[in-house]
């Protein structure tokens, strides 16, 4: 008999594609730990289970996933070791279990299933639950520590115990031991309760408050107590968040107010378009990231200068073209000025869209910094709270260690005199101008970060800046910080038990009720600059 | 007396005679000729018009505080606005069983949401006066209890005009609550009848604007009266020189008190004349913008004449709505730019235009008070 020459061709070709992949798993470590899978005896399957999650390689996980699934299989004729993919029909396709690569489709009776029983299925599933915990990377292995609180049972407890011994990081074995005392605080261990005392996870809180109603009036009231002192650390915990949500907001009513305090304290001149200022800032910052697209955080940071420019710019032009001819009549003053701004909003709706624009965050910005599990601070607040520190300060120091500083104060005490002196009033005019709505844009850019930058954003400001340079008092910059930063915490306390609109209400009446009894505002300017 | 003094100037006179008779010229074209002639006003041309006589009547009640007094209130949109939902508050009572839900005493908004009765401050706008009366009172206890305590510390010129813009800001967000029993965001409206008068017929539209120019044209008197009398004297004095005359023993907080009071209690008439005729009221009249807008009204008719008041709130509406229908875009752009021109350029505003015209012909000076700005 003759066998046809197709066929033999066949057969060596098939050798010849085998080759690559024989000489590949002589090297691997996994094909010998697959290997040793391949036996009849379970208690040697155990074994090989074993030293699999102890090799610590990365494919374990897939590994062990597809054999309590009955998808590790081996291919009868080559020995390949496959994963199968899909088991329906006749022809299932699958992958190499060692490098994962497609390896078509195999016929099911070419396929050995390696098989399990309950006991394994059983050790199995608590291997993959603590699998994360022999990963290379700590943030792993906390993250799996913490996914495993509440979720332990009895086959787990023994080997958590070996893992805790052997583990190195400090966090890892807390989160870990927390677990475990989870676990012997249900099997109704007084001991448990201490080791849990403190702790702000819900999980924890969650177990506690189950062992405090449990049937032993012991561990019932060791419980309680426990759940008290937590309660009262979390409460401290939100208070502490309420002081950091009220800082974050005054930070951007400072913001927005501080170049505000500048040009009404120093000129007199209430500048209603200021809030469009803002807008401009934000709208820089908008600009800059569609100039460098895929560049968010370097955008960001020349946004600064470029929207302190734009909005210094903008004031210049103000001034210049409104305000210099209204010298002496702030009413007038006032209403010219909102024309500016009704006109500035309407031309970015035509110019831009009247839709708001997103401006991205860039990675360092986003996400937030954990003090605690009851406590974590978003990052982008943080840094607009850092940002309006350093802009406050820089603005303080201007005003006081400067040239420009100096003659814009002599200006505001006594324009006459100043001139008198030799002082070129209309130029500290513009200068000032120039300087409140760079700082207008500054906020801008920073504002950014925390709402949508559209068409109304400077009107949504606008009443808020006023108030918080009234209530501070005109003319003085710590006023402006002082009562930016309390009007911003006053608001987040209430907010809770009234509710974000009546809290805002509630702090205009108080404004208006203030106003009654210090007009001059919290820190009211002395002497003879307040004869103004 | 001292009401019908005004009635003796030639400028009352003139500015009378004129509302007057177009008062009657737009009932005549409304009423004579038939629709299809080219001089024949519609019903639509007619509430517009009635609308516009009440922000004119606004505009007057804002000119006598701001002109007069030297009080630039940014707020009066509130006072507008409280009369206009008092109105408003009656007309809903007055739906009776007829809205969507059927039932007989609540409001369809308030079966909305559940509710099972009246609110108490809801108790009473059934009765007509008591709606009427409250029209007068709810502004001028607000304007009361407010002016009392700004004036008594002595709160002026940009603070105060902050802080009344703050109140209007305030209130407007109160009332956009729904909690707060007054309809929310969409605010009160379908109307159906006023005194027994179904408000969609043109005969109650007629008589609507009528009442409308009626109403502006007493309040002008009583403005006129105020101002030419005593009272007014004072009140111009503590505008140019609020230190010299309470110096002078005048107890400056108590004049500006009246008046303040007396033009909210018009602006709430004004409100109230306004509801019925547009057929809702909503929070976006206590909206700062409103109440910023109405000022510039007054700046660019003229400051402390009244009547120019009256004209700067006819053409900037009318002007408004031409607009908005052609090209909606430039309105703000326009509104922006009068804002500006107005106050750089035209201080005195068209009245004072008018005056410049009237003095070169007759080189006589008149009595005009100067606008001459105190400052804050």
């Known amino acids: 008999m003759r066998i046809p020459d197709s066929l033999c061709r066949l057969v060596v070709l098939c050798l010849l594609a085998w080759l690559p992949w024989v000489a590949q798993a002589q090297d691997d470590p996994g094909q010998t730990l697959l290997e040793s899978l391949d036996t009849t005896s379970y208690v040697e399957k155990g074994e090989a289970i074993e030293a699999i999650i102890a090799s610590g390689d990365e494919r374990s996980r897939r590994w062990l996933e597809a054999l309590l699934g009955g998808k590790l299989q081996r291919h009868k004729a080559s020995g390949q070791f496959v994963v199968v993919l899909e088991n329906r029909g006749r022809h299932w396709p699958v992958v190499d279990a060692l490098g994962f690569e497609e390896a078509g489709e195999m016929s099911r009776r070419e396929l050995d299933r390696i098989g399990i029983n309950n006991a394994l299925r059983g050790q199995l599933q608590g291997a993959l639950a603590v699998l994360d915990l022999h990963a290379d990377e700590v943030d792993e292995r906390r993250e799996a520590a913490r996914a495993l609180l509440g979720d332990i049972d009895a086959t787990l407890a023994e080997p958590l115990q070996a893992l805790i011994d052997s583990e190195e990081d400090g966090e890892v074995r807390r989160l870990l031991e927390q677990a475990l005392a989870i676990h012997r605080l249900g099997q109704g261990e007084m001991a448990a309760v201490e080791d849990l005392a403190g702790s702000l996870n819900s999980r924890v809180r969650a177990a506690l408050s189950s062992a405090s109603r449990s049937d032993d009036p012991q561990l019932a009231q060791a419980a309680g107590a426990a759940l008290v002192d937590i309660e009262q650390k979390m409460k401290l915990n939100r208070g502490l968040e309420t002081l950091y949500f009220g800082l974050s907001l005054g930070s951007v009513l400072v913001l927005a107010a501080i170049g505000l305090a500048i040009t009404f304290g120093v000129m007199g001149v209430i500048n209603m378009a200021h809030g469009e200022l803002i807008m401009l800032g934000a709208y820089t910052t908008w600009a800059m990231q569609q100039l460098l697209p895929g560049q968010p955080g370097l955008a960001l940071l020349l946004a600064i200068p470029a929207g302190f420019l734009v909005a210094a710019l903008a004031g210049v032009a103000i001034e210049r073209g409104v305000i210099q001819f209204l010298k002496g009549r702030p009413l007038e003053t006032l209403l010219a000025t909102f024309g500016v701004s009704l006109i500035l909003q309407q031309l970015v709706r035509t110019v831009i869209s009247p839709q708001n624009r997103t401006v991205v965050s860039p990675d360092w910005m986003s996400g937030s910094i954990m003090i605690n599990e009851g406590l974590s601070l978003t990052l982008n607040r943080l840094y607009v709270l850092g940002f309006a520190l350093v802009v406050f300060a820089g603005l303080m120091l201007v005003m006081r260690r400067t040239r420009l500083g100096l003659e814009v104060r002599a200006v505001t005490q006594n324009r006459a005199m100043a001139r008198s002196m030799g002082i070129r009033a209309t130029r500290v005019d513009i200068l000032t101008f120039a300087l409140g709505a760079g700082v207008a844009g500054l906020a801008g850019v920073a504002l950014s970060q925390l709402t949508n930058v559209g068409p109304n954003l400077g009107q949504n400001y606008i009443i808020d800046s006023f108030m918080v340079v009234v209530f501070g008092g005109v003319g003085n910059l710590w006023g402006t910080l002082v009562a930016g930063m309390s009007l911003g915490v006053i608001n987040q306390v209430l907010e809770p038990w009234a509710g974000a609109v009546l809290a805002k209400i509630v702090v205009l009446v108080f404004i208006i009720l203030f106003i009654q009894k210090r007009p001059r505002g919290l820190f009211p300017q002395k002497g003879r600059a307040a004869e103004g | ?376």
């Open chain 2, 1 to 376: 007396m001292w009401l019908t003094r005004p009635l003796r100037e030639r400028s009352t006179q003139l500015f009378l005679g004129i509302l007057l008779a177009a008062l009657a010229l737009v009932t005549l074209l409304n009423l004579t000729l038939p629709a299809a002639h080219p001089l024949h006003v519609s019903t639509y041309t007619v509430t517009l018009l009635g609308k516009y006589l009440s922000y004119a009547l606004l505009a007057v009640a804002v000119d006598l505080v701001w002109g007069y007094l030297g009080i630039l209130s940014l707020g009066h949109g509130a006072f507008f606005a409280l009369g206009g939902y008092a109105m408003g508050m009656y007309l809903m009572r007055q739906i009776g069983d007829r809205g969507t839900y059927g039932d007989p005493v609540l409001p369809d908004f308030m079966v909305f949401l559940n509710w099972d009765s009246l609110p108490w401050y809801w108790l009473g706008f059934d009765m007509p006066w008591f709606a009427f009366l409250m029209v007068l009172l709810a502004p001028g206890l607000l304007a009361l209890v407010f002016g009392f305590l700004a004036f008594r510390s002595r709160v002026t010129g940009v603070y105060l005009s902050i802080i009344t813009q703050a109140m209007t800001f305030a209130l407007m967000l109160a009332f956009f609550r729904n909690e707060m029993g007054f309809g929310g965001n969409n605010g009160l409206t379908d109307f159906k009848e006023l005194l027994g008068f179904d408000l969609r017929s043109d005969a109650t539209r007629l008589g609507l604007f009528i009442a409308t120019g009626i109403a502006l044209a007493l309040g002008y008197v009583v403005c006129r009266a105020i101002v030419a009398s005593k009272l007014g004297r004072v009140s111009v004095a503590c505008r140019d020189a609020e230190a010299r005359t309470r110096f002078l023993g005048y107890r400056v907080e108590r004049f500006q008190l009246f008046v303040f009071v007396v033009s909210a209690m018009l602006a709430g008439v004004a409100g109230a004349l306004y509801v019925p005729q547009v057929g809702i009221i909503n929070p976006s009249e206590f909206s700062p913008i409103f109440s910023i807008e109405v000022v510039l009204w007054v700046a660019l008719g003229g400051r402390a004449t009244l009547y120019g008041a009256v004209i700067g709130a006819l053409l900037v509406n009318y002007a408004k709505t031409v607009f908005t229908g052609v090209m909606p875009d430039a309105w703000l752009f326009a509104l922006g730019g009068l804002f500006v021109l107005v106050t750089v350029f035209l201080p005195k505003g068209i009245a004072g235009l008018l005056d410049l015209r009237i003095k070169r012909r007759s080189a006589t000076s008149d009595s005009t008070p100067a606008t001459g700005e105190a400052t804050a």
